[in-house]
């Protein structure tokens, strides 16, 4: 996490804060009721993000092995979004030229593990709001990763682990074909893998 947003990121829990102490101080809110309303949303948010992970485990691996519930893409470009519901796209030719995923209250399964060669912009987005994002990318694929991720992680093939952050594959400067993926999520995880 940068320091910028670090600052952010506490200024908004400081002001969401005074708010809350100036409605207990003028009789609009009750600190015990506000207390124990917070502790059951804590609980409730800790066994649902339990669950999510449990599932995004088991749905991944199984994803990968059994693509027929995928969405096949052939024509090289990606262009989806969705509303409540997972979203599982998979790229069976070998050229890639980029696209867009977004999902709200689902997870993204993007596939692209058969692409040889990028075309075009070679960029790829995927945005998810309460859901996760899982990216197979091919191992001799040069890449350059910018997440985001807010309550949440991002994790590379590498088991590197990091919070808002670029990441670039040692090679990505030394080719032309190489794929620039921009990964955004607002509560859950972002795994990209091989």
């Known amino acids: 996490m940068s320091n910028g947003t670090k600052h952010i990121k506490w200024g908004v829990i400081f002001i969401l804060l005074g708010?809350?102490?100036i409605l207990i101080n003028v009789g609009v809110l009750d600190l015990g009721r506000v207390f124990w309303v917070l502790m059951?949303?804590?609980?409730?948010?800790?066994?649902?993000?339990?669950?999510?992970?449990?599932?995004?485990h088991?749905?991944?691996y199984r994803f990968f092995t059994e693509p027929d519930d995928a969405m096949i893409v052939t024509s090289g470009d990606i262009n989806y979004s969705s509303v409540f519901g997972d979203v599982h796209i998979k790229v069976e030719g070998n050229e890639l030229s980029g696209g867009c995923a977004n999902n709200v209250f689902g997870d993204i399964f993007v596939d692209i593990a058969s692409v040889e060669t990028v075309k075009g912009t070679g960029q790829l987005d995927l945005n998810t709001v309460f859901g996760d994002i899982v990216l197979r990318l091919p191992p001799e694929l040069a890449y350059r990763i910018k997440?985001?991720?807010?309550?949440?992680?991002?994790?590379?093939?590498?088991?590197?682990k990091y919070h808002g952050k670029v990441y670039v594959s040692p090679d990505f400067d030394k080719v032309s074909n190489r794929l620039t993926i921009n990964?955004?999520?607002v509560f859950g995880d972002i795994e990209i893998v091989h």
């Open 58 to 60: 088991r749905e991944k």
């Open 147 to 160: 997440g985001t991720s807010v309550f949440g992680s991002l994790s590379l093939p590498e088991h590197r």
């Open 183 to 185: 990964v955004s999520q």
């Open 19 to 21: 708010l809350f102490l």
């Open 40 to 56: 059951a949303l804590i609980v409730i948010w800790a066994g649902i993000k339990m669950l999510r992970r449990q599932r995004a």
